[in-house]
């Protein structure tokens, strides 16, 4: 019987070792990838500034009919950058509209995929910025040149910029969606997953109790389980931080604006995995001293 209840003990604390470690890694992404709220602030983090800035001159200057052999980059260049630097709230906001919508669609909230972003506001404030360059720091080629035929030039720059702009199913196209709808399906297993796993837990702890039957041997049976799972974890979080910190660094194509934000990108991911083997760690020690304190305790009684 001794032998049966002791193989049982060692069952049960290595599954209960290997449960705590899958759900910290569960945790993770719950608190991480797999909330809407990280993921904002990590776009709000990033240069969308710059990014943004890339996209509009590029497109602004391919509509452009001015002849190649005038400078006009430059002072594209400008007026952009003062329209995206006047939006930069409006683009963050937006941006947390696309991914609260995207959200709800993979987690069931809505059926269909769809957000429509008004553009109007972007227009008006690349014409006023261009308006306010043409009246500052227009390139002497151009302020020879007659104003309609100025005009005439810069006019296919707002006309490239839409109304309205949905982002939907059909602008995705079936690749993308299928790959969405997949990570959907994925998200709903993992929830179940994720409770069925913490009921787990539960139930081993008590089939741990219930084998040792008394307050010392359990809390320091539980007690090294949890501070061992606490120590694993933290030097598992220590490894990843200077290995993939490592390979980044390595990284000379990353763009200028993701080469500050990936490592803190890779810091926050990991951080409520830092944070739970912190928790696993002070549990275990919490339970570790209480048995050791009724055992002093019952030494004293029964002396």
């Keep these: 019987m001794n032998f049966l209840k002791a193989l049982g003990l060692i069952i049960l604390n290595f599954l209960l070792f290997l449960s705590i470690s899958f759900f910290g890694l569960a945790f993770t992404l719950d608190q991480t990838f797999l909330n809407r709220d990280f993921t904002v602030s990590q776009v709000e983090r990033l240069d969308t500034t710059t990014l943004a800035e890339d996209i509009i001159r590029d497109q602004v200057i391919s509509q452009s ?3 190649i052999t005038l400078p ?11 329209t995206i630097t006047d939006l930069e709230p409006w683009l963050k906001q937006q941006a947390r509209d ?6 709800d669609y993979i987690e069931g909230k809505r059926q269909n995929l769809s957000v429509v972003i008004e553009m109007e506001v972007v227009k008006e404030q690349l014409e006023n910025s261009i308006s306010e360059a043409v009246t500052t720091s227009l390139p002497p080629e151009l302020a020879e040149l007659p104003p309609d035929t100025i005009e005439g030039y810069l006019e296919p720059f707002y006309d490239w910029i839409p109304s309205s702009f949905e982002i939907n199913e059909e602008l995705l196209g079936t690749s993308a969606m299928a790959q969405i709808d997949t990570l959907r399906q994925l998200i709903s297993y993992f929830n179940i997953v994720y409770y069925a796993l913490l009921g787990f837990i539960l139930l081993l702890i008590l089939g741990i109790v219930l084998i040792k039957r008394e307050v010392r041997g359990s809390t320091r049976s539980l007690g090294v389980v949890f501070l061992t799972s606490g ?3 933290y030097g598992s979080v220590w490894l990843a931080k200077n290995a993939i910190g490592a390979q980044v660094a390595a990284l000379a194509e990353v763009p200028v604006y993701l080469q500050s ?3 803190q990108l890779i810091t926050d991911f990991l951080h409520p995995m830092e944070l739970y083997s912190y928790v696993l760690a002070g549990i275990g020690i919490v339970l570790l001293i209480m048995s050791f304190a009724y055992r002093r305790r019952a030494e004293l009684e029964t002396g």
């Design 65 to 67: 009919t001015i002849p």
């Design 72 to 82: 006009i980059e430059n002072f594209i260049a400008g007026a952009v950058h003062q």
């Design 98 to 103: 696309v991914i609260y919508v995207i959200y």
């Design 231 to 233: 120590i694993i974890s």
């Design 261 to 263: 934000w990936l490592p």
